[in-house]
């Protein structure tokens, strides 16, 4: 397995810079957020498995391809997961959708559960965590222990923006979870912001 898998095409990058400009306001931010996740989307679902179904076609019968199985869970990393995992819920509107909500405490730095929810049948499915950007890691960490506690196995985690820490730190724990990521950046700064990339993604998406 790949350390992370950077999907490079042109029209990401194109939105990728859209999104990094400070003078980018919420509502396009949003928009274009949307767009990129459809693009990142294509590339993560690669491996999908298909099965054949037999259908009828206006001119004959026919059998066709068409996703196999419990198909897919897409978790977003609350709050700024939001904003990849609603493009990606449109996309495929027959996946489930599932939360984790975490919070840094103060005093230990640990990544605290405030809120999970989740199918109740995550063993059988494609899980993809979503949250745009890997910094530290800690989250992303916290977040796959849960997934895993509650039964997933089979998980991939997708973000826009990865810090070279972050990566390390989460392959290092997660070492059977393949990251995706849009690009890879140059490093954390001392408020652990990922450097270039784009500010606070909550904030850019929620315009807070
Ligand atoms: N989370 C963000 O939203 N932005 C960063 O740069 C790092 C973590």
């Given amino acids: 397995m790949l350390p992370a898998i950077v ?21 396009y931010f949003r928009v274009i957020l949307k767009e990129i996740s459809f693009l990142l989307a294509f590339e993560v679902t690669k491996s999908l498995p298909l099965e054949n179904k037999e ?9 066709a391809p068409m996703l196999a199985g419990k198909k897919m869970c897409i978790f977003s990393i609350l709050r700024a997961g939001e904003g990849l995992a609603q493009g990606l819920l449109e996309l495929i509107p027959t996946a489930k959708a599932g939360h984790v909500g975490l919070y840094r ?12 929810k989740a199918p109740a049948d995550l063993d059988k499915r494609f899980n993809l965590v979503v949250d745009p950007m890997l910094a ?5 960490i916290a977040a796959l222990n849960k997934i895993k506690n509650e039964g997933a196995k089979n998980i991939t985690f997708l973000c826009l923006l990865a810090a070279p820490e972050g990566i390390i730190a989460l392959n290092k724990e997660h070492p059977d979870v393949q990251i995706y990521t849009a690009a890879i950046d140059n490093k954390l700064n001392e408020k652990s912001y990922i450097v270039p990339g784009l500010g606070d993604a909550g904030d850019r998406i929620f315009g807070t």
């Fill in 7 to 27: 999907i490079d095409h042109p029209l990401i990058k194109h939105k990728l810079t859209l999104l990094r400009n400070k003078d980018t306001a919420p509502s």
């Fill in 55 to 63: 259908i009828e076609t206006p001119v004959c019968k026919t059998t």
């Fill in 105 to 116: 405490d103060e005093k230990s730095l640990d990544a605290v559960e405030y809120y999970f």
């Fill in 136 to 140: 530290t890691g800690c989250s992303a």
